[in-house]
């Protein structure tokens, strides 16, 4: 079976097509492609802006996608689209996309929740067997483990996503949106070496960013007045934009790594697969690998091929509903901005 997958609840615009093997087996990747709408330094992306990239980029990248995975209207078996969660006004554009091929073509339709095809194509790609999964993402921050057919979410954000908070952070210091905001705080925080105390909110399961972010802003207020840096009142030492890079990182990443490790002890379970667009983060994922270490388990993740919002996830999630012979009506082929991940039914799995 092959399925094509469209995913567009951001600012990146996925389109993917994966075979599934009559025999079972590995998926096969047949094509994985993606186009970014990219904002000026220190702006987000506004949803009507994004919806327009994306209905501007659709067509071509299946032309592509097609071209690339030598596939031909026939060989599909069905559609799949993101349903939600994530921006309304992209959403629709992606929703529309499908629905129109889906006339076009006369194939069916699957609506999928965004999170769910994140964490399946991360079990694919890693054979991760039944991790806690740490999702996030610009949009999400959740810890999921599965049990009776849903992935049930023990511990999420209050407030912001922590990749929200990051990037609202990249839009503070006016850096660069080119390749990601969060991708370039990444690289400016190899660089500081000095930890600033930012406050560390954790309740119980879930966390709270909007905090660290409003406290963290003031700090780089100061650093308006005087590029070179200020110094930090408890230890004397001078603060620079990559220390305060270095120092959201580092506390933000302790607070994640401290709900999963709670939630791996819960459930009995050794393993933590990372998810979602923040999952590309090598100082998270070596953070997440030492407390795993100390508990004698592992650790898995996926590159930015898999782990950034794509088509290929879609498809593959979509796929693997649309073998236990689900699809989505034409007249319910809706999106919603608000759809958690433990609202599917897992059928797919024991």
């Known amino acids: 079976m092959i399925a094509l997958g469209l995913e567009g609840s951001a600012n990146k615009l996925g389109v993917g097509f994966i075979l599934h093997p009559s025999g079972g087996g590995p998926a096969q990747i047949l094509a994985n492609i993606r186009h970014t709408f990219v904002s000026p330094p220190g702006e987000g992306f506004l949803p009507k802006d994004t919806a327009k990239h994306h209905r501007a980029w659709l067509v071509r990248l299946v032309k592509q996608a097609m071209k690339e995975g030598c596939v031909s209207i026939n060989n599909v078996d069905c559609i799949c689209y993101t349903k939600g969660p994530g921006m309304g006004a992209p959403l629709q554009s992606v929703a529309v996309a499908a629905r129109t091929l889906c006339l076009l073509w ?47 979410i023990f511990g999420e954000a209050l407030d912001i996503a922590v990749g929200n908070c990051i990037d609202r952070f990249a839009r503070t210091l006016n850096i660069s949106n080119d390749p990601a905001p969060g991708h370039n705080i990444e690289q400016m925080a190899k660089k500081g070496s000095h930890l600033v105390e930012l406050p560390y909110t954790v309740k119980g399961m879930d966390c709270s960013f909007s905090g660290i972010l409003a406290s963290i802003d003031i700090l780089a207020e100061k650093l308006d007045r005087d590029p070179e840096g200020w110094m930090d009142e408890l230890t004397g030492e001078l603060v620079t934009r990559e220390d305060l890079c270095f120092s959201l990182q580092e506390t933000v990443y302790a607070m994640l790594v401290e709900i999963t490790e709670r939630a791996m002890a819960h459930v009995g379970s050794s393993q933590v697969l990372i998810v979602g667009g923040v999952g ?21 993740a996926t590159d930015e091929r898999f782990c950034i919002d794509n088509g290929i996830m879609i498809a593959h999630a979509g796929l693997l509903a649309y073998r236990t012979d689900f699809t989505t009506p034409l007249n319910e082929s809706t999106c919603t901005q608000r759809f958690r991940t433990d609202e599917v039914f897992i059928k797919w799995r024991d």
């Open 280 to 300: 590309c983060n090598e100082r998270l994922q070596e953070m997440m690998g030492m407390m795993a270490k100390d508990r004698g388990g592992s650790v898995f």
């Open 106 to 152: 006369g194939k069916k339709l699957v609506g999928v929740n965004h999170c769910i095809g994140h964490i399946e194509m991360g079990r694919e790609i890693t054979l991760a067997q039944n991790p806690v999964v740490l999702y996030v993402s610009g949009g999400n921050t959740q810890v999921i483990a599965y049990a009776s057919q849903r992935y049930r």
